[in-house]
């Protein structure tokens, strides 16, 4: 049988009918000299013919199957991959338009989901490389494991053994697209009363023996779907409603010690200060135009990825919660994202997320394209490579994530690499006009945070 998308990635791609809602992510990496462009493109080669969805094609199926992975007859590898010339003045700003750029394209949805721009001629001697991908090739973790294929620890290139083959192309049978959905709805009924056969007589039994402890189990794990699923009918900001096509790009660095050492002084962890980081900047920028701050609606991607997954794919589901921004002491709001990022993270629906977005598919695009500009920010926290490393024997100087704002305001994506934070901010532009104003109150927001550190938490980043 064919690989069909999973629920979760058919919402997304589906949701894409809204070009607000897309799902673009592209990284920047910066490199300290030149690489050898011929051994990056054999990277890319090999990470190609490794994962499968890097060729292939998104195919609609006749619903009510998603749409299905089908490998790219047509596939080139240059397409995908192209050498540039850095504008000028070649510097970082030059490098930050072309990924802005890139995050408000669409793919050409015949063709696999990736571009990859080979940036030549900075200014100080360096280069650049924005990949930009559909959020249903990888997620920040998948990204991460993908980059054992790309980089390497020392400036010597080891020997990865022979290139793998190339994938066989078959050629689609008529009417295949029918079959295929035919059989994905006939296993999916299969297996679920397969499963519902095997866990009726546990769940009689325990009903039997504990009837109260059942239906108030029952009833949480309804309320909590309900909290996962719930509409929200108006953003919390009365400051960034507006949503639109365009983009802002900006990053920011913070170091990692420093942010580690606030969030332990307040029993909290780094990610807590990371969103904390974020909402004092949002409060800082209420502040600026005099617009009075509560609480804001929050969109955190948490990671589903298990031991067993395979390098790459979709294994995150989001989960919206309010988050306390009007508080100005940095300590206190610490403390208040720490109890609501627990409870999230021990959600009774996460273990359902298939399933919800399953049943999410079924509603119209409109409404979840309403609920979904009417989040004011998404924060995401991806756990990035500990130490330095190499792209075609250049030193990696910095790397950072454009997620895509899926509705919002705007996308701030924290990627720790070598004792250093990169926040990748990816703004909206008809909610967020004035960038560079919030780019100030987000740096001021993140020097709330690492005030709290105690002296000395300041440490080199490992060379």
Known sequence: ??????????????MESDARLRSTVVALIVLDGTPDWDDVRRRFDRISRTLPMFRQR?????????????????????????????????????????????????FDRIRPMW?????????????AVLCAFHHALTDGVGAIQIGRILYEVSGRRPDRGPMPAEPEVPEPAPLSGYRDAVRYCVDVAGKAVTGALR??????????????????????TAASVYRTVRPVPAPGSELMTERSLLRRVGVHEVPLAPLRAAADRVGGTVNDAFIAGVA????????????????????????????????????????????????????VRIDRIRRRTTTVRTERSLPY????????????????????????FVASNVPGIPVR??????????????????GAAVNVTMLTYAGSCALGINADSAAIPDFDVFHECLIAGFEEVLALAPEGAEQPRPG
């Not at 490393?389 to 899926?406: D, E, H, K, N």
């Open 1 to 14: 049988m064919p690989r069909f998308m999973r629920a979760s990635d058919a919402f997304t791609w589906a």
């Open 58 to 106: 998104v195919v609609e199926t006749p619903p009510p199957a998603p749409p299905r992975w089908e490998f790219a007859a047509d596939f080139d590898l240059d397409f995908h991959l192209r050498p540039v010339s850095a504008p000028a003045p070649g510097d970082l700003d030059a490098v930050l338009e072309m990924a802005r750029v890139l995050a408000m394209e669409d």
């Open 115 to 127: 571009r990859v721009l080979l940036v030549d001629g900075l200014a100080d001697g360096g280069a």
């Open 199 to 220: 866990s009726a007589p546990a769940l009689i039994g325990r009903g039997i023996r504990q009837p109260l402890q059942t239906v108030s189990a029952a009833a949480a």
């Open 280 to 331: 004092g900047g949002l409060r800082r920028y209420h502040e600026e135009h005099q617009v009075p701050v509560g609480e804001l609606h929050m969109c955190m991607p948490i990671s589903l990825r298990g031991p067993a997954d395979e390098m790459g794919g979709n294994r995150i589901t989001l989960m919206r919660f309010d988050v306390p921004v009007g508080i100005a002491d940095p300590a």
């Open 353 to 376: 997320t298939e399933l919800i977005a399953a049943g999410l598919n079924l509603l119209p695009r409109w409404y979840i394209g309403a609920a979904l500009r009417n989040v004011d």
């Open 389 to 406: 490393v190499y792209l075609g024997g250049a030193p990696v100087r910095f790397q950072c994530s454009f997620s895509p704002t899926i």
